[in-house]
């Protein structure tokens, strides 16, 4: 049985990354086509016999020499078939959270150039992706009051401040830090270490840990993180 | 630019309907192929200048003749490379309500016959069919909790104790229907008509409306609908 479809796929991921209270998304600058030299999210096609999740890792390997903390399917954008304009190609496109933008970025294939961008201060971007962008930017935000991806953000051990100032700068609300840190300890998710911050300044406060086994015990037993503000 | 990728791209739509306390999914048996009389979800490929959404639209109306109240999209599935015998096909899946499912169905093109199933009993599906719904079915349980789309799978004015057994239903638990009560109507976006039920037994009751305009408006404004059981 022949189809006779003449349409590509494609994977995109937006990823994510938070770094002295901005949250940034990697591009990556184009290195072929008509779209050499603009800034564009990690992607390309996938290949036949690839599962999407392989080709979006080796996509993110290839143009940027990295690995996430988290992946999850955002959207398939197919509803503008002129979205290239080069052919038609329907785009999987995924969601992607790094834990430090410290990450040593190594462009390769495709990608001239790999950077981190603060989401305020994003160059054009080609094709559709500063739609898929939003999508993405949207999803991180409404994600983050009904699951605990913010600690994908963070590093192992972290400031209770840190985490705080997470939620503000991505939610871009103020919050009440006494109500949030109470709701926050109230679930039973995250643990003071034995260790204090490096930092030379002020007294010198606990690092916290995420307790992502106890939170996925939890989870399993009908618990809802919930983190709601006024 | 030749992309030498050989992968079809097809849709699928997981439609559900509720008629006498039963939630039902919409079946086809397939006319033509390898699956050639077995039941499978409506759905079909992409043809090159069409939307994704005009696909669905388009399988729904040439498999089953019918429109659908409440469409969107689900989750594409593409990691099982074999999940297609023939060759590589990924689908993008859709979720979708009706209002009733006493609409008349009418099979047409690839399909042999269009029937509603109820959940409890299902016959084997084609392909990855069975995965695909169960994804499906837990999107509406939990959606059910968070959105009023459980509108959409009732009639435009319906009983009060319809809703309830609605949710019932398809959460497969028992409610309080005093709390579900007190808390559906403090949201304000249902309200009595002036009709009453029509059935000859008992004490005649007055038949509900959802506010629709009034939910998108209150939604605006950021309120959030959220009916949680104990």
Not at 47 to 59: F, G, I, P, Q, Y
Not at 97 to 118: C, G, I, K, Y
Request: charged share 30%.
């Amino acid at each position: 049985m022949e189809i006779g479809q003449n349409i590509k796929i494609a994977v995109d991921a937006i990823v994510f990354g938070y770094e002295g209270n901005k949250l940034n998304v990697l591009l990556v600058k184009q290195k072929f086509g008509i779209m050499k030299n603009q800034w564009a999210l990690v992607g390309g096609f996938v290949k036949d016999d690839e599962t999407l999740h392989a080709a979006v890792n080796r996509e993110l390997k290839e143009e940027a020499g990295i690995k996430v903390s988290y992946l999850e399917q955002l959207y398939t954008f197919g509803d503008d078939v002129k979205r290239d304009p080069r052919f038609r190609v329907i785009s999987v496109a995924y969601f992607a959270l790094v834990n430090s933008t410290r990450l040593f970025l190594t462009a390769d294939s495709d990608a001239e150039e790999a950077q981190w961008f603060p989401i305020k201060e994003l160059p054009p971007l080609a094709y559709d992706h500063k739609d898929i962008l939003q999508v993405a930017h949207k999803r991180l935000q409404s994600k983050l009051r009904y699951q605990p991806i913010g600690f994908d953000l963070l590093p192992i051990e972290f400031l209770f401040s840190d985490l705080e100032n997470l939620y503000c700068t991505i939610l871009e609300k103020e919050i009440d830090r006494r109500n949030f840190r109470k709701k926050m300890l109230s679930f039973g998710i995250i643990e003071e270490t034995d260790n204090f911050s490096p930092r030379k300044s002020g007294r010198p406060a606990k690092l916290f840990r995420f307790k992502k086994e106890e939170y996925n015990k939890l989870s399993e037993e009908g618990f809802l993180f919930e983190i709601s503000f006024a």
